[in-house]
């Protein structure tokens, strides 16, 4: 039995690693792994790689950056001669980037099963990207693994048959737990001399936030503010960085000695970063949940949440994208950290387990 996996970005990375792993244990499965090239700059793609123990891809598309009609086509056209070369038994997909839809399009239309991992995440939010490609890969996909509750019901509501959806929990969390002794013997504190629970963490990529000057000039507000308390340690996106020295934002920032960029790290960095940190401000989605298991408070700099979860486990809140209110957002936190966060149902190591073998009955 011949499973196609997908990867193309910086988180599928993390989501992939563990199923990797544990097709081990399912030697009915024969997995091949096909890296997209969305993400391709070392710090964004080799070196979760390597520190996560991801075999190499055995195909790489090359396909690269672009608008979305350019990337999800050149995806949709280099896949689809592997998918009638290799006639894989599945397709598994992980997360909302273009690659997943892409790919989900491809085998799909040549009636290969297509598995989705993260599937019925939904933001509500149509303007995301994301959001419409977690609609559309839902609507065609045939096994639909879910991380919550609330992705079950959201895929009912949308008319998916009960048979097709799995509650498993979050792969990205047996990434989290697998590699958390690891991460603590990171240097990166000391290399950056910071001092544990006396620094925040900043990540922001959503297009909403960055392709947007005034949006991020107003996120920039807040930061200046922040800044003044401890030191904001910002491993900074591609598109980020392209996005402030275009919009000449990158100037502001020089008056903000407090605002660290720096490239983005890799994960077992980043994982002791966030760990020790005193609070987290992002716009990622994994890292609302990562937070939550590391229960380091998380300021999600944005309207809407696909991972309610987080929020109902007390670990995360959604602080918007206007200075008042990230600042209101900031100043509560600092002073309550609230209750200790709650571990949702089944993220507890093991969900990829729980994907191989629902593969190796179902299939
Ligand atoms: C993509 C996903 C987003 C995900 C994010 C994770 C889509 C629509 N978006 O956003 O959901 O949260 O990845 O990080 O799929 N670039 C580089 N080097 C790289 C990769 C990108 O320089 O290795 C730059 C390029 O200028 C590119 C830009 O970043 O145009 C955006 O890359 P792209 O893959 O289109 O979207 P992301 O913003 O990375
Ligand atoms: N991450 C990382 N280095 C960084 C920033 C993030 O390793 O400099 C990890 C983070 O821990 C999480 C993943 O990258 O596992 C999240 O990716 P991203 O925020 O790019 O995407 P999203 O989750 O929003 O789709």
């Known amino acids: 039995m011949r499973v196609i996996n997908v990867c193309g ?59 979305h009609a350019a990337q999800t086509a050149g995806i949709i056209k280099a896949f689809e001669p592997v998918v009638l070369e290799h006639k894989p038994d599945a397709v598994l997909v992980v997360g909302d980037v273009n690659s997943t839809l892409a790919c989900t399009l491809v085998a799909s239309k040549l009636h290969v099963r297509v598995a989705h991992v993260e599937a019925g995440l939904r933001s509500f939010d149509r303007t995301m990207p994301e959001e419409i490609n977690r609609v559309l890969t839902d609507s065609i996909a045939d096994l639909l693994f879910c991380t919550q509750q609330s992705d079950v019901t959201n895929l009912l509501r949308e008319g998916v048959a009960k048979e097709k959806t799995f509650l498993v929990g979050n792969v990205m969390v047996d990434t989290l737990l697998r590699n958390r002794a690891k991460a603590e013997a990171s240097q990166i504190l000391e290399e950056l001399a910071l001092s544990p629970g006396e620094y925040a963490v900043l990540t922001l990529h959503r297009a909403g936030n960055v392709d947007d000057p005034a949006r991020l000039a107003e996120i920039l507000d807040a930061l200046e503010v922040i800044q003044r308390d401890m030191p904001v340690i910002f491993p900074i996106h591609p598109r980020t960085r392209k996005n402030l020295a275009t919009s000449g934002l990158v100037e502001r920032t020089q008056d903000m000695p407090e605002l660290r960029m720096i490239d983005p790290v890799g994960y077992l960095g980043f994982l002791k970063l966030m760990s020790s940190a005193r609070l987290v401000l992002t716009d990622s989605g994994g890292i609302q949940t990562e937070t939550t298991i590391l229960r380091v408070p998380c300021l999600t700099l944005r309207e809407t949440t696909e991972w309610p979860i987080t929020i109902e486990a007390g670990s995360n809140r959604l602080a918007g994208t206007r200075a008042e209110r990230i600042l209101a957002a900031y100043r509560e936190v600092i002073t309550d950290r609230g209750p200790v966060p709650q571990v949702p149902p089944l993220w507890d190591g093991h969900s990829a387990e729980r994907v191989a073998r629902v593969l190796a009955e179902r299939l």
Do not use: C, W
């Not at 700059?41 to 690269?64: C, H, Q, T, W, Y």
């Open 9 to 67: 970005t910086r988180p599928n990375f993390m989501k992939i690693a563990p199923l990797m792993a544990a097709y081990r244990e399912f030697p009915a499965i024969e997995p091949l792994l096909v890296h997209t090239g969305q993400h391709y700059d070392a710090n964004m793609s080799k070196l979760f790689f390597d520190e996560l123990n991801i075999p190499r891809p055995d195909i790489n598309l090359g396909v690269g950056s672009g608008s």
